[in-house]
C-alpha cells in the first residue's frame, strides 16, 4: 500500500528565508514518526540533489527556483506578480534506485502558497507495520499542532495495486471508493474544522477534539486501512457521510490548481 497525507492549509506567499524556516519546522515536527536520515529537494533542471540540512546550498537553490516560477509566470503575462511566494519538493531517496525499490520512501510537497501540503509514503506498512495506524495519527497531530491557526483539512488517502478489477494501475480510496467526488474525501484519517465529540460520528474508530485547532482529528479505522477489507471501505464511507451531514466535510476544488 502507499499513502498520502493532503492538508489544506491557508494561502500563505513566503519568502524563500521565511519558507525555509517554516519548512524546517516541520520536517523537525514529523522526525520522531519518519526515520528519515536526510531529506533532498528533487533533482529537477539542475540534475543534482541537495540536503536540506546544507542550508546554504538548499536556500541557493530555492532562490534558484524561485527565480525560475518568477520568470516562467511573468512570460505569460496572466498577473503582474507571481502569486505562490516559495514552494518546493522533497524525496528521502538518495538516488532514482532507492526511490523505486525501497520501503519507506517519501515525497514531501510544501507548498503555502497554493493552500496544500502533501507527504506520500511508499510501501509504510511493510516499512513499518508494527503499530503503523499510531504513526500516521501522531504525524497528522504533530503537524495540526505546529500551526494550529493555519490547517483548514486534513484527509490520509490509501492506494493498493494490483487493480481489484485487474486491470492496469491502482485502487485509490479517494477515486475509486469515497461516496463523493474527489477531492472531497476523508480517507483512512484526518481533520476536519468542526469541534466533535466521539458520539456525533459513532461509526468512527476514534474522534479527537482539538479546540485548539479548532477542530477534530476523526480516525474511521482503526486497523491498518486495506482497500480489499469490504469493512474498512463500508466504514470509511459512513463515516464521511456522516461529517458530511454534520458539514464538517468541506469543498476544497481550491486546491486543485497546485497538483
Known amino acids: ?77 496572466i498577473l503582474p506578480e507571481y502569486p505562490f511566494g516559495f514552494e518546493v519538493t522533497l524525496t528521502s531517496a538518495m538516488d532514482e534506485k532507492a526511490y523505486d525499490t525501497e520501503e519507506g520512501i517519501c515525497t514531501l510537497r510544501f507548498k503555502p502558497g497554493g493552500g496544500r501540503i502533501q507527504l ?12 503503523l495506524t499510531e504513526r500516521m495519527k501522531s504525524i497528522l497531530n504533530a503537524v495540526l499542532h505546529l500551526n494550529p491557526a493555519s490547517i483548514e483539512f ?10 481489484k478489477d485487474g486491470e492496469r494501475g491502482t485502487d485509490q480510496y479517494s477515486f475509486d471508493f469515497s461516496p463523493f467526488p474527489y477531492p472531497r474525501f476523508l480517507g483512512w484519517m ?37 482497500l480489499r477489507n469490504p469493512q474498512h471501505i463500508k466504514q470509511a464511507q459512513q463515516v464521511e457521510m456522516r461529517l458530511a451531514a454534520l458539514d464538517a466535510l468541506p469543498e476544497i476544488e481550491r486546491n486543485l490548481k497546485m497538483t
Open 154 to 163: 486534513a484527509s490520509l488517502d490509501v492506494e493498493q495495486l494490483p487493480r
Open 120 to 131: 506520500h509514503i511508499r510501501t509504510p506498512d511493510l516499512a513499518w507495520p508494527s503499530r
Open 190 to 226: 484526518g481533520f476536519v474544522p468542526k469541534v466533535l465529540k466521539p458520539q456525533d460520528i459513532p461509526e468512527a474508530a476514534e474522534v479527537i477534539s482539538l479546540p485548539n485547532c479548532h477542530g477534530s482529528i476523526v480516525i474511521a479505522v482503526g486497523d491498518i486501512f486495506d
Open 1 to 77: 500500500m502507499n499513502i498520502s497525507f493532503t492538508f489544506t492549509v491557508k494561502e500563505e506567499s513566503l519568502s524563500v528565508e521565511e519558507g525555509h524556516e517554516r519548512l524546517t519546522q516541520l520536517l523537525a515536527a514529523i522526525r520522531p514518526f519518519l526515520p528519515i536520515p536526510e531529506w533532498y529537494v528533487t533533482p529537477g533542471k539542475k540534475g543534482r540533489l541537495v540536503a536540506v540540512s546544507d542550508s546554504v546550498q538548499f536556500l541557493a537553490r530555492a532562490r534558484h527556483d524561485l527565480a525560475e516560477h518568477i520568470r516562467a509566470w511573468s512570460a505569460i503575462g
